[in-house]
């Protein structure tokens, strides 16, 4: 895996901050010589929907999601799982949450990022300039 592509909601502060966050980190090393890249497109999008155009784009708003070079597709706790194995700090943490013994951990931190976002205010709490929808 060479490189990823992370679908995060433009529109919501939290995802955007995850995002800025991702982006800072050292990258891993992808095995074959090089790093692990990451690409940030907003979910939802036009470039989004031209890139992935089988996603269920709506999906895409709720819940992260990542797209691999290989075509393999990563939501929810398992997206947030391979964004921390792309970055070089943060790789064994990703292994450790991805075991079995670990995954209900994996979850719960996820399901917890979810509803913070939802008690800060919605989907959209830190002023969407009225371009947003909220999922009902």
Do not use: N
Request: glycine residues 10%.
């Amino acid at each position: 895996m060479r490189e990823l592509t992370v679908l995060y909601d433009a529109h919501c502060g939290m995802c955007r901050r995850f995002k800025d966050w991702l982006a800072a980190q050292h990258p891993a090393p992808d095995g074959y010589g090089g790093v692990v890249r990451l690409r940030f497109v907003a979910a939802g999008s036009t470039d989004a929907r031209a890139l992935y155009p089988a996603l269920d784009h709506d999906a895409t708003l709720r819940d992260v999601t990542v797209v691999a070079d290989d075509g393999s597709v990563y939501v929810g706790d398992r997206a947030w799982i391979v964004c921390l194995w792309a970055t070089g700090e943060h790789r064994h943490t990703a292994v450790r949450l991805a075991s079995p013994a670990m995954r209900p951990v994996a979850r719960a931190i996820v399901q917890a990022a979810a509803g913070l976002r939802r008690l800060s205010g919605g989907d959209y709490a830190d002023g969407c300039d009225g371009q947003c929808d909220r999922e009902g």
